[in-house]
């Protein structure tokens, strides 16, 4: 890696709505992709948990009221 290269790290997301998926606990965000259903095409981050488990989360939902971006994950 050259020095002058600035660090990257990961970004984690968490939800905050009681209802989100694993609410309270981390995830990595490990791509962008776009799901086709019959409500049209829509942006979603696929995350994946300490644990393996992978979940896909509407980018639209990410607004700080439902899920929230964090810069590190869950100690």
Do not use: Q, W
Not at 24 to 34: D, E, H, N, Q, R
Not at 42 to 63: H, S
Not at 70 to 75: H, L, P, Q
């Amino acid at each position: 890696m050259k020095e002058d290269m600035p660090k990257t790290y990961g970004v984690f997301i968490r939800g905050l709505h009681p209802y989100t998926f694993r609410c309270g606990k981390s995830a990595l965000i490990t791509g962008v992709k776009y799901v086709d259903n019959d409500k049209g095409m829509r942006v979603v981050y696929e995350v994946t948990f300490p644990d393996g488990v992978i979940d896909l989360i509407p980018a639209c939902e990410v607004n700080g009221r439902i899920y929230e971006m964090i810069g590190k994950g869950d100690d």
